[in-house]
């Protein structure tokens, strides 16, 4: 599978410029960001959480964890997340490879939340919808695109 139509019509009819980075097969994040020849702070990941009935995606840098307890905290919820299981949101994304969702969650009608650390890089590289294939985009034209909430979700180890 290619980068995904869906990702790719849209940069495209944004105006996005973006670069397409090929890689040998790498199923987690870090496999993937050192394959590309990233750091992990570098490489953003997908994370699923569930709110009670409801799918959030949070990306974070590949080389951090989610903190559930921040993210609850940060969208005010009575709920407390948990990670979702791929057998539950898989077919959200059905022009994506299972565990390489991009983080356009709002193509997906999935609402994305950003940890406020990946504000800081100009740029963003993430999955492109498969196991081969990673997207960099500008960060300020992923903000634009996406709209996503920003704040603290990462674990501070």
């Known amino acids: 599978m290619a980068v995904s139509k869906r990702i790719k019509s849209f940069l495209e009819d944004q105006g996005v410029q973006y670069e397409v980075l090929i890689h040998t097969p790498a199923y987690t994040?870090?496999?993937?960001?050192?394959?590309s020849?990233?750091?992990g702070d570098d490489f953003a990941k997908v994370v699923m959480a569930k709110v009670g009935d409801d799918f959030v995606m949070v990306v974070l840098p590949a080389s951090k964890r989610i903190d559930l307890d921040a993210l609850q905290t940060f969208?005010?919820?009575g709920t407390h997340p948990r990670l979702a299981e791929e057998k539950e949101f898989g077919t959200l994304f059905p022009d994506c490879e299972l565990g390489a969702e991009p983080p356009f969650g709002n193509l997906y009608s999935v609402p994305v939340v950003v940890d406020e650390s990946l504000t800081q890089d100009p740029q963003i590289a993430f999955n492109a919808g498969n196991h081969r294939e990673l997207i960099q985009i500008a960060y300020k034209d992923f903000a634009r695109l996406v709209q996503p909430r920003v704040?603290?979700?990462?674990r501070q180890t």
């Open 75 to 77: 969208l005010g919820c």
């Open 151 to 154: 704040g603290p979700v990462i």
């Open 37 to 39: 020849h990233l750091s």
């Open 29 to 35: 994040s870090q496999e993937v960001a050192a394959v």
